[in-house]
């Protein structure tokens, strides 16, 4: 391999991109005061002082998209393991929310590299394990389709994008004609909601 310049090249590549992350910026996101495991990490996220918190916020919106991206598959996959690991399933439950979802919930090549993609399997099997996926975007056609599907409830808000229109109206169950007229003349703060908690829209 040594002898070979592509895979030279891609290693020099590889690298950088870690010698990046070790003294870039981004690098507070890899300090830890000590070794801790995953579940014990996932634990200290959400039990401090005694204490079980109720909302932890992660702040992304001044770090790159694709680092973002990378953050928040970690943090996805990491929740994943750790209620799929729990004795008692969705003994300890998470309720996982992505402002700007359509930064971080995308196709990608994600499948080609692990063989699946981690918001694809959140939304079709992290509810039997106590792990929920909320998603807030401007953008609904830049989100995976796969992720879309699963969604079980939907809260739509005024949308003016006819791209965007024609998704919802294709994504999303029992959406009529008559739903995305109405949709179209929303005030701020109102929204169209649909799905199974509501026996109505």
């Known amino acids: 391999y040594l002898k070979n310049e592509n895979v030279y090249a891609d290693a020099i590549t590889l690298r950088v991109k870690l010698h990046e992350l070790v003294i870039g910026e981004n690098s507070k996101f890899f300090k830890y005061p000590n070794f801790i495991n995953q579940q014990n990490y996932v634990k200290s996220l959400i039990v401090g002082n005694g204490k079980k918190y109720q909302i932890i916020n992660i702040n992304l919106e001044d770090v790159d998209d694709r680092f973002a991206r990378s953050i928040v598959k970690i943090f ?22 992505l402002e700007e979802a359509h930064r971080y919930v995308l196709d990608g090549d994600d499948k080609a590299l692990f063989g699946y993609n981690i918001f694809e399997r959140i939304a079709k099997e992290g509810r039997k394990y106590g792990l929920l996926l909320d998603l807030i975007t401007q953008r609904p056609t830049d989100i995976n389709e796969n992720v879309i599907s699963q969604c079980a409830n939907f809260l739509i808000f005024k949308i003016n ?11 999303v169950p029992n959406m009529s004609e008559d739903s995305i007229e109405k949709q179209k003349t929303l005030q701020a703060g109102t929204c169209l909601a649909m799905g199974r908690i509501f026996k109505i829209p």
């Open 76 to 97: 996805g996959r990491m929740f994943m393991k750790f209620t799929r690991g729990l004795e008692n399933r969705a003994s300890f439950p998470i309720h996982m929310i």
């Open 161 to 171: 994008n006819p791209a965007d229109l024609e998704y919802i109206a294709k994504s």
